[in-house]
């Protein structure tokens, strides 16, 4: 069975990085493609990013060049690198596999405050 | 970007009732629609994919439909458990949206 698991701190700082990471078990993330997606207060659900099979990757243009998205196959790990955070940034952040997303982590709440 | 407009943004029902949510894609999207389920404290679920097709282990009282850029969720004979939020989403192009969300709750 396909699971996921984001990890990460629930807690950052104004104007700091925002790391998240996402253990996968099941299925190998050489395959198909894995995204980050975030759900804000309010509702609204906003597509971040993914990374492909083969490690290329596509960002939301509203996130610019504040995110990355990087893995590590040996770990079967990909990971969620969001720069310079502001309080809009507080969300519950999820990640999922393929463009329609069939699998998704349990999300974890990221509040930004000082 | 391809906005998604979902209606209504609220829906009360009752058990047994049959209810539909609406999207409209602001340009065609070849039916790579799908629709999620989403209860508190839990990840969305999937449901819908390719605008009709039904996502494993999901009753069959939940159906998709449209093409272009109007697509629709049916659910019929509303049972406990689907009193829930739904979304759909534009899985044809990146940036992938979703829609501002459906939140069902009985009456």
């Known amino acids: 069975e396909v699971q996921l698991q984001e990890s990460g701190p629930g807690l950052v700082k104004p104007s700091q990085s925002l790391s998240l990471t996402c253990s996968v078990t099941g299925y190998s993330i050489t395959s198909n493609y894995w995204g980050w997606i975030r759900k804000f207060p309010g509702n609204k659900m906003e597509w971040m990013g993914y990374i492909s099979y083969s490690g290329s990757t596509s960002y939301n243009p509203s996130l610019k060049s504040r995110i990355s998205i990087t893995r590590d196959t040996s770990k079967n790990q990909f990971f969620l690198q969001l720069n310079s955070v502001t309080t809009e940034d507080t969300a519950t952040y999820y990640c999922?596999?393929?463009?329609?997303?069939?699998?998704w982590g349990q999300g974890v709440m990221v509040t930004v405050s000082s | 970007d391809i906005q998604m407009t979902q209606s209504p943004a609220s829906l009360s029902a009752s058990l047994g009732e049959t209810v539909t949510i609406e999207c409209l894609a602001s340009?065609?999207?070849?039916?790579?629609l799908a629709w999620y389920q989403q209860k508190p404290g839990k990840s969305p679920q999937l449901l819908i994919y390719d605008a009709s097709s039904l996502h494993t282990g999901v009753p069959s009282r939940f159906s998709g439909s449209g093409s272009g850029t109007q697509y629709s969720l049916k659910i019929n004979s509303l049972q406990p458990e689907d009193f829930a939020s739904y979304y759909c989403?534009?899985?044809?192009?990146?940036?992938?949206?979703f829609g501002s969300g459906t939140k069902l709750e009985i009456k």
């Open positions: 989403q534009n899985g044809l192009s990146a940036p992938l949206t």
């Open positions: 340009e065609d999207i070849y039916d790579i």
């Open positions: 999922a596999r393929r463009r329609v997303f069939d699998y």
